[in-house]
T-cell receptor, first 112, second 112 residues
Framework: ETGVTQTPRHLVMGMTNKKSLKCEQH?????MYWYKQSAKKPLELMFV???????ENNSVPSRFSPECPNSSHLFLHLHTLQPEDSALYLC???????????FGQGTRLTVV | ELKVEQNPLFLSMQEGKNYTIYCNYS?????LYWYRQDPGKSLESLFV?????AVKQEGRLMASLDTKARLSTLHITAAVHDLSATYFC????????????FGKGTSLLVTP
């Protein structure tokens, strides 16, 4: 079983749909992250949670809504997305601050 | 705004050769990370550098950090095909210790 698991791996959604991405980590880490990886752009941090508390929100539009019910699970709720939101969404976890992050396989999102 | 610049962005090198990837950043930080990403795969942590002068080595890869010059290097020794991947450096400038700014990545191709 991999350390950080993301589901689904691929998602196609219309601009009026509501969907959720799920991330689960089995590493006993305290912090969880959402990153966005777009073509031709650097990896962008979206949100960080530590012990279920949001630590960072990198000016992400409200159509992306994170939820962290416990230290092992992280969700990203999506609604009324735009085509430019199509990207690879990566979840990661780390033991603590200033420690390496372990990434999941990502969800490839396409907004049509 | 923190900028993280990697060069080169694309690198084709022959097996057995040595080369260095550079990572420059614009704002003072002593926390720098190197990651590897294979095509279609997630990011894998390579090195964590947390102080000026830090040097870490793993196999044919060696990373160093010069915080005064705001420069990190990833040196490849006697390259082999298995090293073909995209390499990212990431700098943490945040007060929280959780926010990484990634470079655009260096796509490395090692050819026979």
């Amino acid at each position: 079983e991999t350390g950080v698991t993301q589901t689904p791996r691929h998602l196609v959604m219309g601009m009026t749909n509501k969907k959720s991405l799920k991330c689960e980590q089995h590493l006993g880490h305290n912090a969880m992250y959402w990153y966005k990886q777009s073509a031709k752009k650097p990896l962008e941090l979206m949100f960080v949670y530590n012990f279920k508390e949001q630590i960072e929100n990198n000016s992400v539009p409200s159509r992306f809504s994170p939820e962290c019910p416990n230290s092992s699970h992280l969700f990203l709720h999506l609604h009324t997305l735009q085509p430019e939101d199509s990207a690879l969404y990566l979840c990661a976890s780390s033991r603590d601050r200033n420690t390496e992050a372990f990434f999941g396989q990502g969800t490839r999102l396409t907004v049509v | 705004e923190l900028k993280v610049e990697q060069n080169p962005l694309f690198l084709s090198m022959q097996e057995g050769k040595n080369y260095t990837i550079y990572c420059n950043y614009s704002t003072t930080s002593d926390r720098l990370y190197w990651y590897r990403q294979d095509p279609g795969k997630s990011l894998e942590s390579l090195f964590v550098l947390l102080s000026n002068g830090a040097v870490k080595q793993e196999g044919r890869l060696m990373a160093s950090l010069d915080t005064k010059a705001r420069l990190s290097t990833l040196h490849i020794t006697a390259a082999v095909h298995d090293l073909s991947a995209t390499y990212f450096c990431a700098v943490d400038y945040s007060d929280s210790g959780y926010a990484l700014n990634f470079g655009k990545g260096t796509s490395l191709l090692v050819t026979p």
